[in-house]
């Protein structure tokens, strides 16, 4: 089914391009620089290679009234008056608006995250870093795959791509820097995407949308190492004032996550007021504690890669997410590898089995 037909409103246009000055594409004649650490990881992205069609079971149905079973809590506007006086069957079509809404942001995320994979093979300084790029950009591929499969054939109902993650994709974009694809896409946006994804992974109660988010975190755990390594490298090699540059750019994109990666243009087609509920979902407790978690992933990873001034601590106190700094960011990756096994072999031991689910 086209997307055209499933969007909640139609999106500004089918298309949409970014151009960016001076970009360079960067040849590199050494073909046995071999850092043991990328070399590995390389070898891990090989061997992991999944096919959505046969590791996923999607003859799953998800329940219309509440597709991913995830508990009213997570709805912005829960607890407000405004909630309580809709009838079950708005309440239901709340629920699924606001997942699809949600999905829909992963799957233009991840289109982007896809052409930052791409921009890295063409121009990483290093062979073995396009080596690891190219399987990353598979990676990539699938996991818009499975996140616009989730859309068209489950929820039959798509979200265009908010405001606020459009401008900071167009940011990252118009850069030239390569390194600029890969700490805006990756570490910043996928980094935030990694713990919304966490939140679906570990509270749906749904088997299908629950195992979507487990093994696109078991590839992003290795994305993830993957700018560790080459960011930690490389950021060292730079000048005060260029790595200052990134810090502030840094510090810029998640300010600007934090205040324009709302859910804004979900209440429209829902037909509510959308200042009211703006406003609402600003007040509520609830979702300024998710606000903050947002960043638990991002914030070790960029000290870890060595963008960690005075001024990005600062920022991340005033956001309220300087505690995530001592996460053990290793223990954490190896969790998602750990969990994706899991449903694997299918002892997550939260959904019933399948046979008599169905
Ligand atoms: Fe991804
Ligand atoms: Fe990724």
């Known amino acids: 089914m086209p997307t055209k037909s499933l969007y909640a409103r139609p999106p500004a ?5 970014v151009s960016a000055k001076d970009l360079v594409t960067s040849f590199n004649w050494e073909y046995d620089e071999q850092r043991p650490k990328l070399v590995q990881l390389y070898d891990a992205a090989k061997k992991q290679q999944w096919d959505a069609a046969v590791r996923l079971d999607w003859s799953q149905s998800l329940d219309p009234e509440n597709p991913m079973v995830m508990d009213d809590m997570m709805i912005p506007i829960f607890g407000t008056d405004l909630w309580r006086g809709l009838s079950d069957k708005d309440k239901a079509k709340v629920r699924r608006h606001q997942q699809a809404h949600t999905l ?15 921009k890295l093979v063409q121009m990483a300084p290093n062979v073995d870093e396009k080596h690891y790029a190219a399987t990353q950009a598979m990676d990539e591929a699938r996991h818009v795959e499975v996140y616009a499969r989730l859309l068209h054939e ?9 405001p606020g993650l459009k401008s900071l994709l167009d940011m990252i974009f118009a850069e030239s820097r390569w390194d600029f694809a890969y700490l805006g896409m990756q570490v910043l946006i996928e980094g935030l995407a990694l713990a919304a994804f966490q939140r679906i992974r570990d509270a749906s ?14 590839d992003e755990a290795r994305h993830v190492s993957f700018g560790r390594i080459a960011l930690r490298d490389y950021y ?4 005060e004032a ?20 709302d859910q804004r243009d979900l209440w429209g087609p829902l037909g509510f007021d959308e200042k009211q509920c703006v406003a609402l979902v600003m007040q509520s407790e609830m979702m300024k504690q998710f606000r903050h978690r947002l960043f638990s992933r991002i914030v070790p990873t960029v000290k870890d890669i060595g963008l960690w001034s005075p ?29 994706a096994a899991e449903f694997d072999a299918g002892t997550t031991g939260r959904f019933a089995p399948r046979a008599a689910a169905e």
Do not use: W
């Open 13 to 17: 246009g089918m298309t949409h391009a």
């Open 104 to 118: 829909s942001q992963f799957m233009h995320g991840e289109q982007g995250a896809l052409m930052a994979a791409a």
């Open 154 to 162: 489950k929820f039959e109902l798509v979200y265009p791509i908010t």
């Open 205 to 218: 109660k749904n088997q299908l949308a629950a195992a979507v988010n487990a093994y696109v975190m078991q």
């Open 236 to 239: 060292p090699k730079l000048s």
């Open 242 to 261: 260029e790595r200052a540059e990134r810090e502030e750019f840094v510090v810029q994109s998640c300010y600007h996550m934090r205040d324009r990666f």
């Open 311 to 339: 001024k990005v601590q600062k920022a991340f106190a005033e956001m309220g997410a300087i505690q995530f700094a001592e996460i053990d960011i290793e223990a954490l990756l190896a969790k998602d590898q750990q969990v």
